[in-house]
Nanobody
Framework: DVQLQASGGGMVQAGGSLRLSCTASGITWDQYTLTWFRQAPGKEREGVACITTTGETKYYADSVKGRFTISSDNAKKTVYLQMNSLKSEDTAVYYC???????????????????????WGQGTQVTVSS
């Protein structure tokens, strides 16, 4: 059964930290772009950060640069999102997704949720109180 399992969300005060995890099963961990998205109430789903399974390529949304770090453990087929200096505007449901995006197109498309056809995690709630 192919699936992504996200975990690690919770409630934290502004300035605090959380680490999200997303573990894949049933897929060959190769040539994927692994991405964290988030969606706040009434807003569109937005790309937060991505990493390729080679670990060579990472991109971040401007709103999280310097605060969030994406990483992966290929042996565990797991991608992490370390979130520091959290702000109230980071409150959202966070989703992980995976897609085989051709390398020349990763930079321009990684943050478009329509690019990710069928591999999505179930979402984990992050709430930051001010």
């Amino acid at each position: 059964d192919v699936q992504l399992q996200a975990s690690g969300g919770g409630m934290v005060q502004a300035g605090g930290s959380l680490r999200l995890s997303c573990t894949a099963s049933g897929i060959t961990w190769d040539q994927y772009t692994l991405t964290w998205f988030r969606q706040a109430p009434g807003k569109e789903r937005e790309g937060v950060a991505c990493i390729t399974t080679t670990g060579e390529t990472k991109y971040y949304a401007d709103s999280v640069k310097g605060r969030f770090t994406i990483s992966s453990d290929n042996a565990k087929k797991t991608v992490y999102l370390q979130m520091n200096s959290l702000k109230s505007e980071d409150t959202a449901v966070y989703y992980c997704a995976a897609e085989r995006i051709p390398t020349p197109f990763i930079q321009s498309t990684w943050n478009n949720p329509r690019v990710y056809t069928n591999l999505w995690g179930q979402g984990t709630q992050v709430t930051v109180s001010s």
